[in-house]
């Protein structure tokens, strides 16, 4: 069973900085692009940041140039870099495995375990 733990968030205030992990059992993160995602209350869940397994990463245009995501596969453990935060960083944050980067291996991995999201961790950007 895959298993997704993320921690690190917490109140922070603007412009300040955190740094998120996720641990995840259950597979080798080795062969699959991942992803981080946040959910805003009374929003959808998002992509706002992803890298590959050659290291390749992405982000979304609200995030970038503040947000870096680091992979380290042998600990099978992802983390997100949050500088320069904002009010409207605030949500959930999760991550999973991608698959919006051409991995079939990752699209495969996400049809099958669609339902396997960790808890999240609150990141809250207030003063």
């Known amino acids: 069973q895959v298993q997704f733990v993320e921690s690190g968030g917490g109140l922070v205030q603007p412009g300040g900085s955190l740094r998120l992990s996720c641990v995840v059992s259950?597979?080798?993160?080795?062969?699959?692009?991942m992803g981080w995602y946040r959910q805003a209350p009374g929003n959808q869940r998002e992509l706002i940041a992803s890298?590959?397994?050659?290291?390749?990463?992405k982000y979304e245009d609200s995030v970038k140039g503040r947000f870096t995501m680091i992979r380290d596969n042998s600990a099978d453990t992802v983390y997100l870099q949050m500088n320069s935060l904002k009010p409207e960083d605030t949500a959930v944050y999760y991550c999973n495995v991608n698959g919006t980067r051409g991995s079939i291996m990752s699209q495969t991995f996400v049809q099958r375990h669609s339902t396997s999201w960790g808890q999240g961790t609150q990141v809250t950007v207030s003063s």
């Open positions: 890298i590959t397994t050659q290291g390749s990463e």
């Open positions: 259950g597979t080798m993160i080795s062969v699959y692009d």
